[in-house]
């Protein structure tokens, strides 16, 4: 127990900073939700269905960027700085190259939206909206490898601190394009996107300065250069492809529970973006942990501490059981009023609370199964966990929600539900496969 609270103790320290940068992250889309949503229902509706879209891309450049965080946590914990400053100028090429390329398939995209069956209202006020937030996905990912690397190195805070004023600027951004201000004219949904362009680019700025100019980091920038490896790339693509494909199976599944509620009309899917973003929100809690778990872990097999690697994930998971019941609690108590806070639609905010009591269901599900994805991360093991997150959401959720939606008449309480069904399945399969990798590590038979 002493070595569980010790090493609890770590990973809570890393973990505090990370959790507030993921939460001023969510903040700027909910921010965007809450502004839009003055707007009207179908103005929201468009930034929800954007925004399923966008995150598809978003969350498979994060998986691919994982192994940047991984890998300079292990070449820490070993001592070695130049393989440090090795991983993160790699990661910035493989950040630059998948933006890119990312962005040149969504204004594909941007032009074929008519192929997703959303509502006609919807589809007219989309495009302009759909090219700035796609715009903004190179600057998001070349920050979130910056982000990576500082946090594995024990430097959490100052990135913390970039995107908490971030929040600011884009909320200050949003009033000024989204309705008009300072001599500028008033763009609506379109000054929106705007605004989260700006803002995610002066981030990227901020953060690539300090890496650049602070003194704490001066070991590493001084440690002896490497010329461009193929090796690490190929480390980089090797671990970065199953995990954006299981990040990919997480949230292309709640994309597509967002198609689904557009069939079921405007005001489900703006329920949905209610919803959605409160249960997201929330969800940064044990992401950062997860992200925690998993650069400790990775430094414990780097320092060749494997006797840890049970401590820190099961510790991490205790903390995300107790976090998520309390979020649960609240949107069960308070489903109502958090959706009056979005939106004044009352068929909209009736909907989005009753989806919040669902939301409410799945939390402890949904905190433990990605503190555990970041838990087997940390050891490299990141194909299996692949295969179990596309059985979960894509073999067992989005049929069990089709099914219970469109054939047994639940709407889009059906579609949560089977979302819920697929999160507790997720976190089952890959907190057994973690008790199995680290058993014997830890000396249990």
């Not at 993160?88 to 890119?100: N, Q, S, T």
């Not at 509502?119 to 910056?146: G, K, N, R």
């Not at 979005?342 to 919040?356: K, Y």
Request: glycine share 12%.
């Amino acid at each position: 127990m002493g070595i569980l609270l010790v090493e609890l103790r770590r990973t809570l320290a890393l973990a505090l900073p990370i959790i507030v940068a993921q939460v001023g992250q969510m903040l700027i889309g909910i921010t965007d939700s809450a502004m839009i949503g003055r707007l009207g229902t179908v103005p929201l509706a468009a930034a929800a269905f954007t925004n399923g879209v966008f995150g598809v891309f978003f969350i498979a450049g994060i998986g691919m960027l994982s192994p940047v965080g991984v890998f300079t946590a292990r070449d820490h914990g070993a001592g070695d700085l130049a393989g440090c400053a090795a991983w993160l100028k790699h990661g910035r090429v493989v950040a630059i190259g998948f933006g890119l390329v990312a962005f040149g398939l969504l204004a594909v995209i941007a032009f074929q939206l008519h192929r997703f069956g959303q509502p006609p209202e919807v589809l007219a006020i989309t495009p302009p909206f759909f090219l700035l937030i796609a715009a903004s996905l190179v600057p998001t990912l070349f920050f979130q490898v910056q982000r990576q690397f500082a946090e594995s190195l024990g430097h959490p805070w100052i990135p913390m601190t970039i995107m908490l004023a971030d929040v600011g600027l884009n909320a200050l951004l949003n009033w000024i394009f989204i309705w008009g201000g300072l001599g500028i004219p008033a763009l609506g949904l379109v000054g929106a996107g705007v605004a989260t362009l700006v803002a995610r680019s002066v981030a990227v700025v901020a953060l690539a300065l300090w890496l650049k100019l602070d003194p704490s980091l001066h070991e590493i920038r001084s440690a002896p250069g490497e010329s461009w490896s193929q090796k690490r790339f190929g480390a980089l693509v090797t671990m970065g492809f199953p995990v954006a494909g299981s990040l990919i199976f997480e949230s292309g599944a709640f994309a597509a529970a967002a198609l689904m509620m557009g069939w079921l009309g405007a005001t489900a899917l703006a329920a949905h973006q209610v919803a959605l973003s409160c249960a997201s929100f929330t969800f940064m809690f044990p992401l950062g942990l997860s992200i925690a778990v998993s650069m400790r872990a990775s430094k414990a097999l780097g320092a060749g501490r494997g006797d840890l690697l049970r401590p820190i994930g099961f510790g991490g998971l205790g903390v995300a059981t107790l976090l998520s019941v309390g979020f649960a609690l609240t949107f069960a108590l308070a489903g109502g009023p958090l959706a009056r806070g979005f939106s004044h639609d009352p068929a909209v905010t009736s909907l989005a609370s009753r989806l919040l009591m669902i939301a409410a269901i799945f939390q402890v599900f949904d905190a433990a199964q990605v503190v555990g994805s970041g838990a087997l991360r940390g050891l490299t093991d990141v194909r299996v966990p692949t295969v179990l997150t596309f059985v979960a959401y894509w073999v067992l959720a989005l049929p069990a929600g089709y099914l219970l939606a469109f054939r047994g008449g639940f709407g889009p309480a059906g579609i949560w539900s089977g979302l819920a069904l697929g999160l507790a399945c997720a976190a089952i399969l890959l907190w057994l496969r973690f008790d199995r990798r680290t058993r014997a590590a830890q000396g249990v038979g």
